[in-house]
Structure formats: C-alpha cells, structure tokens
C-alpha cells in the first residue's frame, strides 16, 4: 500500500468514525448544534473544519 493510500484511507475512516450518527441520519438540524441541553446556532456552513489552536492546526488553516 502507497503512503498516499494509507493517508487517504485512514483519514476517510477517521471522518466516518467521528462523525456522530445524530449528524448522518438527521437532516432538519442543519441550522442548530445542540450541547448539553443548549441551543447553539450556527454561524457558518463549511465543507472544511480545522479544530485546535496549535501550531499544525495554524499549519493546517
């Protein structure tokens, strides 16, 4: 298996397995996030999401 498959694989499977189910099956919250019995909403809709504030995450954005 070539690097680039294995980085394509993992990162695919990594996107599935952290996606919670709630997000897949449900279709009418696209505009709410809901946390601890709170109603967030939500202020932008991307494709891309870069989490964390360290510097591969600055490297990443």
């Known amino acids: ?4 498959d294995f980085v394509k694989t993992t990162a695919a499977g ?11 099956l449900d279709n009418d919250s696209r505009k709410f ?5 709170r109603k967030i909403p939500v ?4 494709d891309i999401v870069v ?9 990443a954005a």
Do not use: D, N
């Open 1 to 4: 298996m070539k690097r680039r």
């Open 51 to 59: 989490i964390g504030g360290s510097l591969a995450g600055v490297a």
């Open 43 to 46: 202020a932008y809709e991307v």
């Open 33 to 37: 996030c809901y946390q601890s019995e």
């Open 14 to 24: 990594s996107a599935l397995l952290l996606t919670p189910v709630t997000w897949i």
